[in-house]
């Protein structure tokens, strides 16, 4: 991110900014959306319970006018079912998110959300990279296009496919019909020397063209690197690790 540089130009008319914006239906203050956490006391060391902070992250992007996003994990009630019930109980205003299980976890997870209210459904793809999920009960595992339309066609929701480093995945995720993909490698934490979101952003962007959402994470931490990614081809960014740290006392 530090790498990007932006140019001055003032050589132009002096009119107001305006940063609210609508990301699949969805209208918010700012294109700014907060990423998925899951096991925030295990993996950050924040002493704060998993439904607390999703209490705490879902209240705040509605009063702030922007999107949660909220987790999943190994824990089917207390890492996806909790958040998702967060999620519809403040007015159904968030996106759910799950881990690429194999179809066991997919439909138990599918099953779980019926009846309740949510604005759309992202699967992070590249937790399927991570060994602990792929070594439980009920694995993650590797998905095609088939795989992700399974779920899209399930759910009736808009699809964000989350994960996509390369124009490969991101047209395998568009041949799905996803609404959206969120260029991500997952922190860094899944493949050691991965290039970094940024970097790959206006390929993918250039590859799936003006008529699918292009969200972005990784390295947010301020407004300069907001702006780096909308003028790069991101519609939006997720910030998460920032959220998470601030709960460690």
């Known amino acids: ?23 699949l239906g969805m209208k918010m203050s700012m294109p700014v959306m907060i990423a998925p956490i899951a096991g925030i006391r295990n993996n950050y060391g924040a002493d704060i319970s998993d439904h607390d902070y999703v209490c705490n992250t879902v209240a705040a992007a509605e009063k702030t006018g922007i999107r949660a996003f909220t987790g999943d994990g190994i824990n089917m009630d207390s890492m996806f079912l909790d958040p998702a019930r967060v999620i519809d109980q403040n007015g159904g205003k968030g996106i759910v998110t799950m881990k690429p299980w194999v179809k066991e976890g997919i439909d138990a997870r599918i099953n779980g959300l019926n009846g309740l209210h949510y604005e759309a459904v992202a699967m992070d793809v590249d937790a399927a990279g991570l060994p602990l999920l792929r070594a439980g009960n009920v694995p993650v595992e590797n998905k095609n296009a088939e795989k992700l339309e399974y779920v899209r066609k399930a759910l009736g929701r808009p ?76 519609d939006g960014v997720l910030v998460g690790r920032p959220f998470a740290l601030a709960c460690v006392k």
């Open 1 to 23: 991110m530090q790498k990007v540089r932006i140019n001055m130009d003032v050589l132009c008319d002096d009119e107001k900014i305006f940063a609210d914006t609508e990301i």
């Open 159 to 234: 699809f964000i496919v989350k994960g996509v480093m390369s124009v490969h995945a991101a047209l395998v995720a568009k041949e799905a019909g996803a609404a959206a993909i969120v260029v991500s490698n997952h922190g860094g934490r899944v493949l050691d020397d991965c290039m970094s979101t940024i970097e790959v952003l206006p390929e993918i962007r250039k590859a799936v063209g003006n008529d699918m959402t292009v969200l972005l994470d990784g390295g947010i931490r301020s407004g300069m690197d907001v702006f780096k990614a909308l003028a790069l081809g991101a």
